[in-house]
T-cell receptor, first 110, second 111 residues
Framework: AQSVTQLGSHVSVSEGALVLLRCNYS??????LFWYVQYPNQGLQLLLK??????LVKGINGFEAEFKKSETSFHLTKPSAHMSDAAEYFC????????FGAGTRLTVKP | DAGITQSPRHKVTETGTPVTLRCHQT?????MYWYRQDPGHGLRLIHY???????DKGEVSDGYSVSRSKTEDFLLTLESATSSQTSVYFC??????????FGSGTRLTVV
């Protein structure tokens, strides 16, 4: 069965700094990969998705992720953090149903 | 989220009572899902449906049942609520290009 591992349950960056949230996946077949963001007391919103087209995927709010098959990774980046980026981020893999990582809480310091 | 609503948004219930959560979509999508969210576990799939009266178990289905008598409604029932089922429950629909759209969640507390 497919699974994802998010490295780091909490990440803290300064405003304006690079954001890097790590995700590694396991799948026996080519997967679809996703990043979702969750703001407090809300549901999950899709940030971006990889569905076997371009390996560098651009999403909303300036985020992007790169699919690296050799490393089984799908890390999420943003060049310059904003205070409004503070939220919880979930990586997910889909081969049939969707499986989620445990989440990474991003804190942005002024 | 547009097109998918969950009810109730909050519920407190007593141990041993049955509880039903409702998910309603207006998008006419075939696939619907129930997840629970707990700290440190992300979202875990409880049950899913791939059509009217067609459902299957997810990874944490014990103590839960589901029904889907209409395309737009997917019900999750806790047959006899326990404190371990205190959680936030999310419904999702699978739209185009494999992405999911999530409801706003139901916060359930079992006392």
């Amino acid at each position: 069965a497919q699974s994802v591992t998010q490295l780091g349950s909490h990440v803290s960056v300064s405003e304006g700094a690079l954001v890097l949230l790590r995700c590694n996946y396991s799948s026996s077949v080519p997967p679809y990969l996703f990043w979702y963001v969750q703001y407090p007391n809300q549901g999950l919103q899709l940030l971006l998705k990889y569905t076997s087209a371009a390996t560098l995927v651009k999403g909303i709010n300036g985020f992007e992720a790169e699919f690296k098959k050799s490393e089984t990774s799908f890390h999420l980046t943003k060049p310059s953090a904003h205070m409004s980026d503070a939220a919880e981020y979930f990586c997910a893999v889909s081969v049939g149903d969707m499986r989620f990582g445990a989440g990474t809480r991003l804190t942005v310091k002024p | 989220d547009a097109g998918i609503t969950q009810s109730p948004r909050h519920k407190v219930t007593e141990t041993g009572t049955p509880v039903t959560l409702r998910c309603h979509q207006t998008e006419n999508h075939r696939y619907m899902y129930w997840y629970r969210q707990d700290p440190g576990h992300g979202l875990r799939l409880i049950h899913y449906s791939y059509g009217v009266k067609d459902t299957d178990k997810g990874e944490v289905s014990d103590g839960y049942s589901v029904s889907r008598s209409k395309t737009e409604d997917f019900l999750l029932t806790l047959e006899s609520a326990t404190s371990s089922q205190t959680s936030v429950y999310f419904c999702a629909i699978q739209g185009d290009h494999y992405g999911y759209t999530f409801g706003s969640g139901t916060r359930l507390t079992v006392v």
